[in-house]
């Protein structure tokens, strides 16, 4: 029997290299990271703001719409989700409900941060905390509310960019006593790094390459040596996929013709092969749909 994949993060993140986990904002994208050979997939909260809205990531988006977003992305791709889940969206109750809604939507992970509501990204000025006893208190909340031990809690604060590195290791230390699994200081600067790790050790921390700039581009193998163990890629590919769509636009209003884009773009046979179209015409022929009336590309 194959593992679940709540399981699978789980001894991921016990093995010896940090897991590469690419930033994701619907199926598709998750189809593609799974093609690429990923061991785990993250689901950006300003990502899906920004698909879902086409407004920052400023707290708009309700515990609803984010919890479909990520079921729709954990169908898509077997591969260990781990999923924002912005500030729980509202105090310890809302949490649970939050932990409930994501696990049964087939998500492996999510993290918690402790900001105010509305709260806004986490690379963004003018972020605002709660109480580090709230966050305390919501920790213990999610860890109460999952059924599958091996579903993951990452408690992450935003305490360094708005109190200063220790009280943002502070807190840090008070959420994985409350029982968080993994730490996610959010938007370290070079000279924080060195300094987290020692904090905990044997604990599972996450490193943000988030698009900002903020926390240094790093290989692998570097962020493995700070100690990190999970590294999330939030927004890279939306905003490479972006750049291309308004390059194509450009092309198109300047040339009056889609030609000279097409040679640069995934194929027709390409773009049906990655949404799994043999995956249908099997299904079609199982079902006895007649030869008429399968799908062909």
């Known amino acids: 029997m194959s ?7 789980r001894l991921a993140l016990a093995g010896d290299r940090a897991i590469m986990a690419p930033g994701v904002v619907d199926a598709m994208y998750a189809r593609l990271v799974a093609e690429a050979g990923f061991e785990a997939m993250y689901m950006t909260g300003a990502g899906t703001s920004a698909t879902r ?4 990531d400023v707290g708009l988006l ?17 591969l260990p989700l781990i999923a924002d889940a912005d500030n729980g969206f509202g105090g310890p109750l809302n949490v649970r409900r939050a932990i409930q809604l994501y696990e ?16 806004r990204c986490g690379h963004l000025a003018g972020k605002q905390l709660i109480p580090a006893e709230d966050m305390v208190a919501k920790v213990k909340a ?19 960019a708005v109190h200063g590195r220790e ?9 994985r006593e409350a029982g968080a ?5 959010e938007s370290p600067l070079p000279d924080d790094l060195p300094h987290i790790a020692p904090r905990f050790p044997g604990v599972p921390l996450l490193y943000n390459m988030a698009t900002s700039g903020k926390t240094p581009f790093l290989t692998r193998a570097e962020i493995e040596a700070l100690g990190f163990k999970l590294i999330i890629y939030p927004n890279w590919l939306l905003l490479s996929a972006l750049e291309a769509a308004r390059r194509t636009l450009e092309v198109l209003k300047a040339e009056e013709t889609i030609a000279s884009v097409a040679p640069g773009v995934m194929s027709f046979k390409q773009f049906f092969d990655t949404a799994r179209m043999a995956e249908i015409q099997e299904l079609e022929a199982r ?9 062909e590309y």
């Not at 984010?66 to 954990?74: F, H, L, Y």
């Not at 049964?104 to 709260?119: M, W």
């Open 181 to 185: 699994d993994v730490i996610f200081v």
């Open 62 to 78: 309700t515990m609803t719409e984010m919890v479909d977003n990520a079921t729709r992305i954990a169908d898509a791709a077997d």
């Open 104 to 119: 049964r939507g087939g998500v492996a992970a999510v993290h918690l941060e402790d900001q105010v509501l509305p709260k």
């Open 287 to 295: 079902y006895g749909t007649s030869p008429e009336h399968r799908t």
């Open 53 to 56: 809205l086409g407004y920052p």
């Open 167 to 175: 009280a943002a290791l502070d807190r840090a230390a008070m959420y």
């Open 3 to 9: 593992l679940t994949r709540t399981r699978r993060l």
């Open 142 to 160: 999610a860890v109460d509310a999952r059924v599958d031990p091996d579903f993951v809690v990452i408690a992450r604060t935003d305490a360094l």
